[in-house]
């Protein structure tokens, strides 16, 4: 079996585990759960440790704002360490394995680099500065696809080798959707403009319920007539099970964002396909998925409020249109855009970047 070390932004063990006993989806381990089916063998690399130097140079580089990126400095040491008899490195996120490409560019680096890009890999202040590291990271890495194609297309115009993966839900994990429910609900933790959806829920006098992280919390969200607002700490979102059985009463899954400039959404999207929920989504051309265009939902324009209110009540009318168009998105699931899928196209890209 070809050995592959994963380095990830978060604790995939910790994520397998409730994988296993049935607390989380496994879209969230980002296909290696499936690994073993093509004869991969994973070994994570975690990237809390008990390394006191590194991790008081990698907070002294970040107090400094030195704009060049690079990455997890103690998980890349960890990564280097068990390279011998590696075959490859997949990093399922983009911010921790700068300096691995920048070996791989220089020659370096003998194993093959693959990482996913979720977020655009350049944004904000001094990115003219980051711009040539940034190119580096890229053409360092033997293959960087993208969960958003208009993020893939920024890769390859850097010169970085790229392809859209199809990031979609654990086909089997979720209950499916039977009845119309009668709340329309929120749920997320990055840039959601819960304000404007909940102005516009009480507005189309719509039961509806938000939930939020502690900093997402705003004392207007209470005051929206019929809007029921749960918080939960930053440090805690709420627990898969206790999601899903919200979901299941909701009429339709709201993602209200702000103005859209990040892959923000795409987990609340795919958990709505996934249970057979219509979308109500602010428009993100980062997604991918066209909801209207398939039939699955209505875009709403960024920080418009009567584009709520008329989506709002449009699923309010139509229950059984809400039936239709949540069973549309479940097929699309079962058809494919699904955790398997993707787990097969990264192993797609392992298969092509050995075999060069």
Known sequence: MAKVLVANNYSLAGVWQE??????????LYGINYFHERNYEVELIEGQGDDQFLRHLQKTYERLRVPIPVGSLEQQSKVL?????????????????????????????????VCIAHQPLNP?????????????VLTGADAFPS??????????????????LTWGPDKDFYQVGTTPGTTIVAAGRTGRDFITFARACARASADAHIICLDSAYQEELEQSAGVNVTVRPDSS?????ELIKIYAEARALAIPLY????????????????????????????????IEALGIGLWVEPNDEEGWVRAVRFFQDNPDRAIEMGRRGRQLVDAGLNSRT???????????VLTK
């Not at 969960?147 to 859209?164: H, M, P, V, W, Y």
């Not at 979102?237 to 099970?241: G, N």
């Not at 993707?342 to 092509?352: C, G, H, L, R, S």
């Open 147 to 164: 969960l958003s194609s208009k993020i893939a297309n920024d890769i390859e115009r850097q010169g970085g080798k790229t392809r859209t």
């Open 237 to 241: 979102f709420l627990p898969f099970p």
């Open 81 to 113: 360490s068990r390279c011998v008899g590696a075959d490859l490195i997949y990093s399922p996120c983009q911010t921790q394995t700068q300096l691995l490409s920048y070996m791989r560019e220089l020659g370096i680096l003998k194993v093959p680099l």
């Open 19 to 28: 994988v296993n006993i049935g607390q989380t989806p496994d879209q969230y």
């Open 124 to 136: 904000g202040r001094l990115s003219w500065c980051r711009a040539p590291f940034v190119r580096l």
């Open 342 to 352: 993707f787990a097969n196209q990264v192993m797609d890209i392992f298969d092509q």
């Open 259 to 290: 103005s859209a400039n990040h892959l923000n959404g795409l987990s609340s999207l795919v958990d709505a396909l996934a249970m057979a929920k219509p979308v109500i989504m602010t428009k993100n051309p980062y997604i991918d998925v066209d």
